[in-house]
């Protein structure tokens, strides 16, 4: 826009534009809004030269007032253009800055610690393992209550009161009802009784779970420790079928090249019953320290089950038969993760456990 020079009554020349551009300069450079607003104050107050200009158009011939009147308000109007214009500057700046603080960097937060993401711990991940395993076969998976009765956890598993195979588990009882009749489960063998009482046959499952035995902790041993007990109950059901299955799942489980074995042994609950040896797992059968130059490691107990137990439930021992087995998870993972003191899996160390 042109701006006339105009002569004002203090003998000045007025030009309105250099005003405009001086100011335009001044507004350009400012930045914060409070300093803003003390420029627009001095640019275009009473003691401005555009004020003063005001002031004297009075003074002025019609002509002249006019022409100068119109330039000073059009110069009034460009200047809070610009007064405008710079706030919206400086705002923009100011909230840019804002987010800029306010901004996480996720990126950055993400690398660090997807490395340190945690996981399972080591018995749940290996209860898990043998589920799958074990529902690969075609077994159900069946959970029963840590708080037994003595009936569950000892008579209907063919364990009378005082009969001395009850000197195998060390029992955690609780102060309820009579004296000795409430306690913690010893092994998950009470939970095949639960199975086998909800009548419904045949039976293929696994049971996992958690045990309790009055055991002074040590490296093979932990007073709370887990176990998975299978069952299977069917028509012609053998102790072939069985030495098969446990076959099958120390394949399955430990992987190829990795056998198991049945020794005689006793439990009350079976008959014939059995230990089973896996191949060990450090040595992969050729001996060592850990399965005492044997090559075998045992993992857990097995066997038919006793007409006694199948009399307990009401199953009809002509028709039907079947095997059990049961073990321990945590000795497993000890077995196959070679974890030297089992008691590492209860301690919680964090800079143990992030290892596994
Ligand atoms: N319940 C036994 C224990 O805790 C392990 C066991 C042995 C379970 C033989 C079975 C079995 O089902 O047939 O020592």
Not at 90 to 98: N, P, S, Y
Not at 313 to 326: K, L, N, P, Q, Y
Request: proline share 4%; net charge negative.
């Amino acid at each position: 826009m042109e701006h006339p020079a105009v002569e004002i009554d203090m003998g000045r020349n007025v030009d309105v534009g250099r005003i405009v551009q001086e100011a335009q300069s001044a507004i350009a450079a400012v930045s914060d809004l409070d300093a803003l607003a003390r420029l627009r104050n001095s640019l275009l107050g009473k003691g401005s030269a555009l004020g003063m200009a005001r002031s004297s158009l009075g003074k002025m011939a019609e002509d002249a007032r006019r022409s100068l009147g119109a330039a000073i308000e059009g110069a009034r109007k460009e200047i809070e253009q610009s007064v405008d214009q710079q706030r919206k500057v400086i705002e923009e700046k100011a909230r840019i800055l804002r987010i800029e603080a306010d901004r996480l960097d996720l990126t950055e937060w993400t690398e660090a610690v997807a490395s340190q993401r945690g996981h399972l711990q080591l018995v749940q991940r290996t209860r898990d393992e043998l589920e799958d395993v074990f529902v690969g076969m075609g077994f159900d998976v069946v959970e029963g209550p840590e708080v037994e009765t003595d009936w569950y956890n000892f008579e209907a598993l063919n364990i009378p009161p005082a009969h001395p195979a009850r000197g195998m588990w060390d029992t955690f009882y609780l102060r309820l009802g009579d004296p000795e009749t409430v306690l913690l489960r010893t092994h998950t063998s009470p939970t095949q009784i639960h199975v086998m009482e909800s009548g419904e046959l045949p039976i293929y499952a696994v049971m996992p779970g958690r045990c309790y035995r009055r055991d002074t902790p040590d490296s093979r041993h932990l007073p709370a420790f887990h176990q998975i007990e299978g069952l299977v109950v069917d028509e012609g059901i053998s102790f072939a079928n069985l030495a098969g299955t446990i076959e099958d799942f120390t394949g399955a489980y430990f992987g190829s090249g990795m056998h198991s074995r049945l020794r005689p042994s006793y439990f009350p609950f079976t008959e014939p019953s059995a230990e089973f040896e896996v191949t060990c797992a450090i040595c992969r059968g050729e001996g060592c320290r850990t399965c005492s130059h044997t090559g075998w490691i045992e993992l857990g107990g097995c066997g038919m089950v006793h007409p006694a137990v199948f009399e307990a439930v009401g199953i009809d021992t002509e028709r039907w038969s079947g095997f059990a087995f049961g073990f321990g998870i945590d000795r497993c993972a000890q077995m196959r993760y070679q974890i030297p003191d089992m008691r590492v899996l209860q301690e919680n160390d964090y800079r143990w456990m992030r290892q596994i």
